[in-house]
Nanobody, 116 residues
Framework: QVQLVESGGGLVQPGGSLRLSCAASRNIFWFSTMGWYRQAPGKQRELVASITASGTTNYADSAKGQFTISRDSAKNTVYLQMNSLKPEDTAVYYC??????????WGQGTQVTVSS
């Protein structure tokens, strides 16, 4: 059973920073791609950033220059560093692990609220 557990969400003021963590129950290189998605109220879930097993990263236009995805293979953890946060970044952030030919795995989500 593959599990992904997110942490690090919370309430932050505009302009602040947060780092989200996603701890996987198995070696993160087993996944073809790992990524972060978010879903704001009334909106569809959208990709924020992803990283392939080989290290190639991909960012949504809205995340470029503001968010950084990284990983620590020793801890089987993927991170999302979020800087200069804005109210429109408020959403539930989900960790995703995708294994080609197998499917997608999701964490339970962590709430990020950007408000003064």
């Amino acid at each position: 059973q593959v599990q992904l557990v997110e942490s690090g969400g919370g309430l932050v003021q505009p302009g602040g920073s947060l780092r989200l963590s996603c701890a996987a129950s198995r070696n993160i290189f087993w996944f073809s791609t790992m990524g972060w998605y978010r879903q704001a109220p009334g909106k569809q879930r959208e990709l924020v950033a992803s990283i392939t097993a080989s290290g190639t990263t991909n960012y949504a236009d809205s995340a470029k220059g503001q968010f950084t995805i990284s990983r620590d293979s020793a801890k089987n953890t993927v991170y999302l560093q979020m800087n200069s946060l804005k109210p429109e970044d408020t959403a539930v952030y989900y960790c995703n692990g995708r294994k080609t030919g197998v499917g997608d795995y999701w964490g339970q989500g962590t709430q990020v609220t950007v408000s003064s």
